[in-house]
């Protein structure tokens, strides 16, 4: 059964650049799709990317322009990069895995909050 | 964008009630739509894809229905351990796009 775990900073200075990691265990990362997804207090769950295990991504138009996927099949991981966030980004963040059009794995979550 | 829109927001009810969740798009998806239960610091749970295929390892309760814009989940006999919050989620075509998402409370 595949399990995710997400890490990282769970605190971040605004402008700063939020980097988080997903770590795959269980089953291969390879062969699959891998997104992330966020959600703000109160708020509903939003789509922020998805990435192949040979590298290909797309990214949620909202978040294009400051959102960066990347993944080490080798450690069977993926990765977040955010920049210039703002008090906008604080949100629990997921990483999922993306199969036959729905989030088959999810993770628990990791919170985090952009503030000085 | 697709937009998602779930009604309710939240709902009241108790244990053996049936439960009816409604969610809908902004425009077709056929049935392209899924069903999670997010609980509070735990993995989000995959209920039904495909609008009516519920997923391995899902009780029976649960059910899915619908197509193009508008689309149901119910829960036939809600337990203790169904108190949480339901969000549906659009895969027709990205961005992938959630409902605000219903919680169901006591």
């Known amino acids: 059964q595949v399990q995710l775990q997400e890490s990282g900073p769970g605190l971040v200075k605004p402008s700063e650049t939020l980097s988080l990691t997903c770590t795959v265990s269980g089953n291969s990362i390879t062969n699959y799709y891998w997104s992330w997804i966020r959600q703000p207090a109160g708020k509903g769950l939003e789509w922020i990317g998805r990435?192949?295990?040979?590298?290909?991504?797309n990214y949620n138009p909202s978040l294009k322009s400051r959102v960066t996927l990347s993944v080490d099949t080798s450690r069977n991981q993926f990765s977040l990069r955010l920049t210039s966030v703002t008090a906008a980004d604080t949100a629990v963040y997921y990483c999922a895995r993306l199969a036959d059009h729905c989030f088959d794995a999810w993770g628990q979550g990791s919170l985090v909050t952009v503030s000085s | 964008d697709i937009q998602m829109t779930q009604s309710p927001s939240s709902l009241s009810a108790s244990v053996g009630d049936r439960v009816t969740i409604t969610c809908r798009a902004s425009q077709s998806i056929s049935t392209y739509l899924n069903w999670y239960q997010l609980k509070p610091r735990k993995a989000p749970k995959l209920l039904i894809y495909a609008a009516s295929s519920l997923q391995s390892g899902v009780p029976s309760r649960f059910s899915g229905s619908g197509s193009g814009t508008d689309f149901t989940l119910t829960i036939s006999s809600l337990q203790p351990e169904d108190f949480a919050t339901y969000s549906c989620q659009q895969s027709y075509d990205s961005p992938w796009t959630f409902g605000q998402g219903t919680q169901v409370e006591i």
């Open positions: 990435i192949y295990t040979s590298g290909s991504t």
